[in-house]
């Protein structure tokens, strides 16, 4: 049974940089099986996919937030990471890390509140 | 990309059948079979309903229906029961290999 984990500051300042880690277990994010995203959630709000990472490094963003979003695995700790530069109030959320396979997400974090605010 | 469209919310009395629609575009919901749906009870993770238009994941109950006409995805809960009081997300794969999800219901149990 996958599990994952977020983790990360919950509290970042205006146009700093938003940095998270999901921590993988019960499986490898070496599988071919799934895919590795991040999505996040407002206040009150709704879902919005931010990237994904294959297993073979590549990678996919969300075309509006692609200019400030990075996703990179680490093999080595069965972790994968999600930056997101120069963030606003907007980027306050609940941040889910996920895997999916092909088209569903099969297995969700609890999630990890991160607020943007001096 | 825009957000797949959803009604804000949906009523019905327990063991009622309700229908939740997801409407998007060719680009997205016609386009592809990728439809799926997410349960998300207040404070929680979202939980995977349906998959691929109108697959149940192991556990999901049979009360659970997905289908698809054109560019509208469906959920359709029967029976309905005080535990699917719960916000609803429909998401889809999309032509430009991303992910869009809709913008959600509020099923309420009256």
Not at chain 1, 84 to 105: F, G, I
Not at chain 2, 75 to 91: K, R
């Amino acid at each position: 049974q996958l599990q994952l984990q977020e983790s990360g500051p919950g509290l970042v300042k205006p146009s700093e940089t938003l940095s998270l880690t999901c921590t993988v277990s019960g499986g490898s994010i070496s599988s071919s099986s799934y895919y590795w995203d991040w999505i996040r959630q407002p206040p009150g709000k709704g879902l919005e996919w931010i990237a994904s990472i294959y297993y073979t490094g590549s990678t996919y963003y969300n075309p509006s937030l692609k200019s400030r979003v990075t996703i990179s695995g680490d093999t080595s700790k069965n972790q994968f990471s999600l930056k997101l530069s120069s963030v606003t109030a907007a980027d306050t959320a609940v941040y889910y890390c996920a895997t999916r396979s092909v088209s569903y997400w099969g297995y969700w974090g609890q999630g990890t509140l991160v607020t943007v605010s001096s | 990309q825009s957000a797949l469209t959803q009604p804000a919310s949906v009523s019905g009395s327990p063991g009622q059948s309700i229908t939740i629609s997801c409407t998007g575009t060719s680009s997205d919901v016609g386009g592809y079979n990728y439809v799926s749906w997410c349960q998300q009870h207040p404070g929680k993770a979202p939980k995977l309903m349906i998959y691929e238009v109108s697959n149940r994941p192991s556990g999901v109950s049979n009360r659970f229906s997905g289908s698809k006409s054109g560019n509208t995805a469906s959920l359709t809960i029967s029976g309905l029961q005080p535990e699917d009081e719960a916000d609803y997300y429909c998401s889809s794969y999309t032509s430009s290999n991303t992910y869009v999800f809709g913008t959600g219901t509020r099923v309420n149990v009256l």
